[in-house]
Nanobody
Framework: VQLQASGGGLVKPGGSLRLSCAASRSAFSYSAMAWYRQPPGKEREFVAGIVNGSSITYADSVKGRFTISGDVAKSTVYLQMNVLKPEDTADYYC???????????????WGQGTQVTVSS
């Protein structure tokens, strides 16, 4: 499974961006899709995740500013980022974990990073 992420760019503080990520394969029995980010010189960190299209979790640092949504049937996930701050600057990665109908793992897949820079 390959993941294709897009939507990064340069934005001023307070601005918005929308990231998209699509998987080359869809219609898994169970799936979880998430966004992670890796700020310059730091470890990769969890940003937001959505399980089976409904159960959503956010990192405290982005609650109220970022919104994750997804299309389970298409294995597509989006991240709407509002009120962006300089500390949101990072490479953003999408992640897909999938299971079959018996909850056997089908894999843990990563997309290439898309760079988000928040700067005036």
């Amino acid at each position: 499974v390959q993941l294709q992420a897009s939507g990064g760019g340069l934005v001023k503080p307070g601005g918005s961006l929308r990231l998209s990520c699509a998987a080359s394969r869809s219609a898994f029995s169970y799936s979880a899709m998430a966004w992670y980010r890796q700020p310059p010189g730091k470890e990769r960190e969890f940003v937001a995740g959505i399980v089976n299209g409904s159960s959503i979790t956010y990192a405290d640092s982005v609650k109220g500013r970022f919104t994750i949504s997804g299309d389970v049937a298409k294995s597509t996930v989006y991240l709407q980022m509002n009120v962006l701050k300089p500390e949101d600057t990072a490479d953003y990665y999408c992640n897909l974990r999938a299971w079959d109908s018996r909850w056997r793992s089908l894999g843990d897949f990563w997309g290439q990073g898309t760079q988000v820079t928040v700067s005036s």
